[in-house]
């Protein structure tokens, strides 16, 4: 009882979080990084007590980095870039087409893992300033559907119902901010 309120607890902060950054031009990044602190640790704890291991390895993630930002570690000393994250996600994309061709399905775990993968290399580049904000949300709408089977099947329906709700609002961030932009000024 107390894990699934914790797991409902951290899905509200999150889409509250992911509403607020679709939404605000001009974020403050102590609310920000704060809310997602405070959403992730509540998500890992309810995530390991359904044996969520993906749900559990992406907040945890999350909280990490939401500390080390908080903390003010210069994350952009980390050898991580752009290049490196579409080389890991190319060799995702490779491994989901071969299993999908040799097996005629669709292995959820790996695709659990690859969401794993886009959820957390986007949220560190975003992060440091590496990810322009129109891509992170195209990243978090892949990330948010592509895990659903394996929570799913965790029966993990707190982070079920925020990955819905997160996809649904990465897209109307996707559709504002893709408005925003001008060819032809």
């Not at 559990?56 to 500390?67: D, E, K, L, P």
């Not at 989901?96 to 794993?116: C, F, N, P, R």
Request: charged share 10%; hydrophobic share 50%; net charge positive.
């Amino acid at each position: 009882m107390i894990f699934t309120f914790l797991g409902w607890f951290g899905t509200i902060s999150y889409l509250l979080n992911h509403a607020y950054i679709s939404l605000i031009q001009q974020r403050n990044d102590t609310i920000y990084y704060g809310g997602n602190l405070l959403a992730a640790s509540a998500l890992v704890i309810s995530s390991i007590a359904s044996n969520s291991i993906q749900a559990a390895v992406i907040n945890g993630f999350w909280a990490i980095i939401s500390i080390l930002i908080l903390i003010k570690v210069d994350l952009n000393r980390l050898p991580f870039s752009r290049r490196i994250f579409r080389l890991i996600l190319l060799c995702f994309a490779c491994a989901l087409l071969y299993q999908a061709y040799t097996t005629k399905g669709l292995d959820i775990e790996l695709l659990g893992w690859s969401s794993a993968f886009v959820f957390s290399a986007s949220y560190l580049l975003f992060s440091v300033g590496k990810m322009q904000i129109l891509n992170y949300l195209i990243c978090n709408t892949y990330a948010a559907f592509a895990i659903l089977p394996q929570v799913w099947v965790d029966q993990n329906w707190p982070v079920f119902g925020l990955e819905i709700c997160w996809g649904c609002i990465s897209i109307y961030g996707v559709t504002r901010k893709y408005s925003e932009i001008h060819l032809i000024d």
